[in-house]
């Protein structure tokens, strides 16, 4: 079985995984957004993943290129929800130390991952969110705000 047919198992499957399982099945969703984002990202290290009926894990940082002003950094995740598996990303985007926000305050992008056939799945916008049981409030306090110096150059 892939590990996109893994994603796509019934909810009493997935209950099965064990911790080996849950790590490749991490592993395949981030080389997945790094693909579709087109960049690398640096992710919390395998022992800090909170694995079990799903799993959590932070993106320390993410720059689309080292002279970008705006960097994101967010929590990736998958729980199960009804009888299946829900991939997600909520991204939280940055200038400098700032937090930004749309024009009505919303404050994180999540994005979800459908998976398609038998090798890939596709990543789609599921739109911007207010943090409404201030379950972030504390996310920028954190992790470190990374600043375009604090990278360096791959070239």
């Known amino acids: 079985m892939t590990a996109e047919e893994m994603l796509r198992a019934p909810a009493e499957q997935i209950r099965t995984y064990d911790s080996a399982t849950w790590n490749i099945l991490v592993r395949h969703v981030i080389d997945g957004l790094i693909e579709w984002l ?17 799993f959590s894990l932070h ?7 080292a002279n970008d002003l705006i960097h994101w950094k967010g929590i990736l995740g998958a729980t199960i929800i009804e009888n ?6 909520d991204a939280f985007f940055y200038s400098g130390t700032h937090r930004l926000r749309d024009n009505e305050g919303a404050e ?5 991952y459908e998976p398609r056939d038998s090798t890939k799945g596709k990543w ?17 306090n954190k992790m470190r705000c ?7 150059s791959s070239d």
């Open 84 to 89: 299946s598996l829900r991939v997600s990303l």
């Open 146 to 152: 990374i600043e375009p110096g604090d990278l360096k």
């Open 108 to 112: 994180f992008v999540e994005y979800v």
């Open 38 to 54: 087109g960049y690398k990202i640096e992710v919390d290290p395998p022992e800090g993943w909170n694995v079990g009926l799903g």
């Open 59 to 65: 993106i320390i940082r993410a720059y689309p290129s």
């Open 124 to 140: 789609e916008l599921f739109g911007w969110f207010m943090d409404e049981y201030d379950e972030y409030a504390g996310f920028h």
